[in-house]
């Protein structure tokens, strides 16, 4: 890949490893391409309208019509991720491999689950309602996906009607000009060093206890920079001949501009399971088809498979 990352980042903060470690389940987040910016938010100049695709071309003595570029600015914006941990110093203590390494082992648990909220984050966006159960980010986070994908032209429909059995598998791509994931202040990602306080019994106000508190700051972001560089398919569901399809996929990829592929694609083991399913096997044993890590694109190249666990197979229908 030719665009840094979130472990790119992640390098300039001391926790590479950590952030490694937590994000398999969601390759969404270190897989994508990541800038940072100095502040929290930035404005994008994306063209909308190009010149004359007719060609400007004219007769001798004859003048041209003169035509102009439309742009228009759109607001990138990053939120404050703020997680926080903190245990009994006691229990810390008595940990068999030592209190250094039970701070690790914490700090990794939080960790994991930021990045798991940053993957639903990334496709299901600040919804108040949510797309169904599972399928929802938080309210104060930044819109995803689902929020800013071109859902009159990039959308594919695979026709479930099986409620609360919809997926969707997202093709998208990545780069400074199109999605990639973006981080205020200079990419803060680390976390403090921890601090011995005193804290109130969670069941006794009139007790104390010494803890270990943790805590770290980020502000993360998406960015879409092309109504074109997303594509989704919708409403795959549990019904016969409604899952994933090379069809479906084939559909989807002829979406994006010709010159302007998908560079990954993103969905949970069903729909994988579902594509797998619906290939022929082709080998003299008669083994069933392997699952698949890639699909072609429009000029055979090879776009590879994402499974995300952030990805739901119960959605609501039609949204």
């Given at each position: 890949m030719a665009w840094p990352t979130l472990l790119d980042i992640a390098r300039q903060n001391g926790v590479e490893i950590l952030i490694d470690e937590a994000q398999k389940a969601t390759p969404e987040v270190g897989y994508g391409a990541a800038r940072t910016i100095r502040g929290i938010n930035y404005k994008t100049l994306v063209r909308t309208v190009l010149g004359n695709p007719s060609g400007s071309f004219r007769n001798a003595n004859e003048g041209a019509v003169p035509h102009i570029h439309v742009y228009e600015n759109r607001l990138v914006e990053t939120f404050l991720l703020g997680p926080i941990w903190r245990c009994d110093r006691a229990i810390a203590k008595e940990y068999e491999d030592g209190e250094d390494a039970y701070v690790a082992r914490e700090a990794l648990a939080t960790m994991q689950g930021e990045m798991q909220g940053l993957g639903k984050q990334f496709f299901y966006g600040n919804s108040a309602t949510g797309y169904g159960t599972g399928a929802a980010g938080n309210t104060k986070g930044f819109p995803g996906l689902i929020d800013c994908y071109d859902s009159s032209n990039?959308?594919?429909?695979?026709?479930?009607?099986?409620?609360?059995?919809?997926?969707?598998?997202?093709?998208?791509?990545?780069?400074?000009?199109?999605?990639?994931?973006?981080?205020?202040?200079?990419?803060?990602?680390?976390?403090?060093?921890?601090?011995?306080?005193?804290?109130?019994?969670?069941?006794?106000?009139?007790?104390?206890?010494?803890?270990?508190?943790?805590?770290?700051?980020?502000?993360?972001?998406?960015?879409?920079?092309?109504?074109?560089?997303?594509?989704?398919?919708?409403?795959?569901?549990?019904?016969?001949?409604?899952?994933?399809?090379?069809?479906?996929?084939?559909?989807?990829?002829?979406?994006?501009p010709a010159n302007l592929p998908p560079n990954a694609v993103f969905m949970n083991l069903r729909s994988l399971q579902q594509l797998q399913s619906s290939r022929t096997a082709t080998s003299p044993t008669g083994a069933p088809a392997p699952f698949p890590n890639s699909v072609a694109g429009i000029g055979n190249e090879t776009i590879p498979i994402l499974v995300s666990e952030s990805i739901v197979s119960t959605e609501t229908l039609n949204v």
């Open positions: 990039m959308l594919v429909d695979a026709g479930g009607t099986s409620a609360s059995t919809g997926s969707s598998v997202w093709l998208i791509r990545f780069g400074e000009l199109d999605v990639q994931w973006v981080w205020g202040l200079n990419g803060a990602l680390a976390f403090s060093d921890r601090r011995i306080e005193t804290a109130a019994d969670p069941a006794d106000a009139t007790k104390f206890l010494e803890v270990i508190t943790q805590s770290m700051t980020a502000r993360p972001g998406l960015q879409v920079g092309s109504l074109r560089s997303v594509c989704r398919i919708r409403d795959l569901t549990a019904d016969s001949g409604k899952g994933l399809t090379d069809s479906l996929i084939s559909q989807a990829l002829a979406k994006f």
